[in-house]
Structures are given as structure tokens and as C-alpha cells.
């Protein structure tokens, strides 16, 4: 049976750092009513009044039962901020957004990768100290990245992996073949996939059964490889962290993302010479690409149509 149409109007906006998307919004859909607060501002009167609410985070516990809204848009890659270990009602409508940060992604993974092949925190250390060391850099073409999750951000790594010259292959749950990966294993292959790589890549959206999915069994199997976290922080078995660099299991780390985020100024993470943090800005969200997914799904909504970006809430994705 198709949706009933529907002509929400009072929108909840959460622009955290997307501050001007709803006047953004209101340009193109002057009929709308929003109302735009800071993640931390948004009130139980907010989820109260709104029919809908479109933001990248969840609201914090004292803004009341959002989860049973009808209608929520999400603004960013992954949807388990509403929909992973929320209590998210089975009857809302979660969508996410249409924008491809493939691209963008694609470029951080890369520069990560060849600020280790280049030296680079090696020589930014030398130069301060004035020293005259060459050594040869480590090539990346020729080098293979494992990359796990084969969706549109990870083939968006891929392609730029790919056009750096690196060999390319996927993890995924099923394992199925899909283009530009050489070859897909699937995730309970994960000890032989990721033997030989030289770059591990986590681009795979977080559900209950990828949470903690690189643990200290599937770490200690990584021989040595670099990780570069862009999913989510809770991929990865966090405080396992220093056991792997000390043992080597992993070479080093470029994270993008924290099991808690801002990462507590406590964490041993910041002081680890092998990692190199950033504060979850891999792939940005702009305000037309937020935009046009959310019109794009108000317009199949009005039209009485499940939205293409609708989202599977008990698969997370």
C-alpha cells in the first residue's frame, strides 16, 4: 500500500554547524515553518511543535521523545545517530541526506596516506629542528587498501585510492562483487582480506553488527596495516587502540572519528606519535547539499511516495 499524501510544515532544524540552511530552506519553500536551534538549545517544546525534524545529531535526552516523531531527516553520511541504540519508534520515517561525500572522503583518505608514504610529520619535526636528513620516501602507487564497506562513500575512496594508484579491494557483509574493487570479501573473511594490505579503510555504517567490529581479535590479525577510521568511532574497539601499535598489529592511525566526540582531552590517543586525529571533518555537509535532500524527500512525501532515501531503520542503513 502506497503512503498517504502528507504536507508537513513545521520544521525542527538543528543546524549545529550548518547555521543558515534554514533561511536557506525558507528560499525555496517559503510555505515552511522552521524553527533552527543549536543541537544543545532544542527543547521538548521544540520536538513537541515540530512534525519533522531535520539535523545531523540527536537531540539531548531533555528535549523529550523526538524518537516518535513521524518524520526524521538526517544530514550527514550515517543515520545511527537516530537509529542506532535510541529506542527510534518503529513508525517514523528516517531519511538521509543525497549528498555523495564520496569525493570529499576519498581526498582525506588519500592525504592521510600520503602524509605517511611522504614523511610528512617527519619532516614538519625536522624542519622545526632545523635538520638535513634525506631519506627516500615510501611510494603509495602500487601499495593495496583494504576498504571495508563497498557503499557510496567507500567507492567514492576507492576511485581515489584507485587514482593514486593503489590496488583496491572491499569488505562487506555479503561480500558481493561490486564496482571499482577488484575483488569484495565478505566480513568473515576479514583475516584474509586484510593480509598484504598496506591501508585499511573503515567506510561502513555503524549497526549492531558492525559495532566494535575491528575488536583485538580482528586487530591483532592486521599485520602491520594503517588505519584510517572515516566511518564511526565505534568501529573500532577504542581502548584497544594502544595495544595494537605497541604490538604492531597496526603501523599507525589516522582517525577521523571517536567512540566520544569531542575526544576527552584524557584520552592516551592525543599522544601517540602514529595517530593522527581530526575532528570528524572528513566529509563535510554543505547547505545545497542538505537542502536538496530534504526537498527531494519533502516533494516524494507530498506526493504520497516512500522517499529513495529512505532508510532501513533495523538494518541502520
Known sequence: MSPT??????????????????DYLLERRPDLKIRARGLTEISADDVAWAEVLVGFRAPPPEAGRWQELRWIHCIGAGVDAFAFR???????????????????????????ALA???????LDREQASQRWRPKHPERIRGTRALIVGTGTVGRGI??????AGCVVDGVSRTGEAREPFGAVLPIAEFGEAVRGARWLVL?????????????????SACDGVYLINVGRGQLVDEPVLPDALDSGWLAGAALDVFEKEPLPPDSPLWKRSEITISPHISGLTTIPGAAAGFL???AEVEAGRRPAFAVDVRRGY
Open 86 to 112: 535510541t529506542g527510534l519508534s518503529s513508525a517514523t520515517l528516517l531519511t538521509r541526506t543525497s549528498e555523495d561525500f564520496g569525493p570529499m572522503i576519498g581526498e582525506y583518505c588519500v592525504a592521510r
Open 203 to 219: 567506510a561502513c555504517p555503524l549497526t549492531e553488527e558492525t559495532y566494535h567490529l575491528l575488536d583485538r581479535r580482528r586487530l
Open 5 to 22: 499524501p502528507w504536507f508537513p510544515k513545521r520544521i525542527l532544524l538543528s543546524h549545529a554547524l550548518h547555521e543558515g540552511l534554514g
Open 116 to 122: 605517511v608514504t611522504q614523511r610528512l610529520r617527519q
Open 158 to 163: 576507492a576511485n581515489a585510492m584507485l587514482a
Open 296 to 298: 527531494a524527500c519533502l
